[in-house]
């Protein structure tokens, strides 16, 4: 059985969620970044935290892929076109998305008051939405970013746009509203988040 450290709130919920959608037995302690409790882990005090046996692994994108590759769900075998056309999809995410998104998040209420610049956050916002334009065009005929195979990268990208919903960020665009919200309907979505 896995272990998972770090609150809801967090990158956290992506872990989560996909042993949700894998089907995987898991304990999870919702606990507060840069506690004791997570140092012990990893000494930067960043969550999530996956505890498999003897190895405690670090950073959300890092976790779901080792347990996509160990579990092979949710992902394309490593070496193959398809899999190269995924990791494409994941780091345009955390390039575009997830960097922006973290970045606003800092200057809003994370770093000292002395260290925040509130006035990038009209920047980023601006950046997140031509990233969003350039991430519609990504989307095919299937309902995933891997056409008919929901992957990884269809989960950060659903993350990302609730996250960019909850900042505040513009998510007006329909296309890429109607494929985050038809990826949270799952049910293991609502799972991880305490649900049924």
């Known amino acids: 059985m896995y272990t998972v450290i770090g609150n809801l709130r967090s990158r956290t919920m992506r872990v989560l969620w996909l042993l949700q959608e894998m089907g995987l037995e898991y304990e999870h302690h919702p606990i507060a970044p840069h506690t004791d409790a997570v140092r012990a882990h990893n000494p930067a005090g960043k969550i999530p935290v996956l505890l498999d046996g003897d190895h405690a692994f670090t950073d959300s994108v890092a976790i779901m892929t080792y347990l996509a590759d160990k579990h092979r769900q949710f992902t394309f075998p490593a070496g193959t076109p398809k899999r190269a056309i995924q990791d494409g999809h994941t780091n345009f995410l955390l390039d575009e998305f997830d960097a922006c998104l973290w970045a606003a998040g800092r200057h809003a209420r994370y770093l000292p ?81 305490g649900g049924s």
Not at 139 to 159: K, N, R, S, V
Not at 171 to 181: I, N
């Open 113 to 193: 008051q002395e260290r925040r610049v509130p006035a990038v956050i009209d920047s980023l916002k601006w950046e997140f939405e031509r990233s969003r334009e350039h991430f519609v065009t990504r989307l095919g005929a299937g309902p995933f970013l891997m056409g008919d195979t929901m992957t990884i990268a269809d989960i950060i990208a659903a993350h990302c746009g609730r996250w960019a919903v909850n900042a505040g960020f513009p998510v007006e665009q329909p296309e890429f509203m109607e494929y985050v919200d038809r990826i949270v309907a799952r049910p293991a979505f609502k799972q991880a988040l």
